[in-house]
């Protein structure tokens, strides 16, 4: 009997440590109707994910300025490699474009690390558990009225 005590005692606390451990994404809603969020790093950068009644955008934001560059690498753990286009929003900030787009979704959905080297910087993301928030902004777009 007391086996079976000091099992269950074992399982319960393991299965509250992931929930602990999720990323906080900040929310600000903007005048023009989008919601946005960041998840910053303790370095000061930050992962931008953008919610529109139109569309999705993502970028990155570093503390420092950043050199020109049209493309950024992204290494999700679990989750693979992809390198993605990106224009510059402004000094410090590019957003990523076309596809790149679909797989930054991706990686935020699936890893539970982010590693996004751009211009010669390289910034890590704990982004386990971003996957509701990816979602949350994806069903913004599906819930609209039909013909807006």
């Given at each position: 009997m007391m086996r079976l005590i000091a099992a269950v005692a074992?399982?319960?606390t393991v299965g509250t440590v992931p929930a602990a451990a999720q990323a906080q994404w900040d929310e600000s809603r903007l005048e023009s109707g989008t919601v946005e969020f960041r998840l910053r790093n303790d370095?000061?950068?930050a992962?931008?994910?953008g919610c529109r009644v139109n569309g999705v955008y993502t970028g990155f934001e570093f503390p420092e300025p950043l050199e020109d560059t049209e493309r950024a690498?992204?290494?999700g753990?679990?989750?693979g490699r992809q390198n993605v286009a990106v224009v510059r929003v402004n000094e410090r900030a590019f957003r990523v474009t076309g596809r790149g787009i679909?797989?930054?979704l991706r990686l935020l959905r699936t890893s539970s690390r982010l590693n996004v080297r751009l211009a010669g910087e390289s910034a890590d993301f704990e982004v386990f558990g971003s996957q509701s928030t990816v979602l949350g902004c994806l069903a913004?777009?599906?819930?609209?009225p039909p013909g807006l």
């Open positions: 074992v399982l319960g370095d000061g950068a992962i931008v994910l690498t992204l290494r753990i679990p989750g679909d797989e930054t913004r777009q599906e819930a609209l």
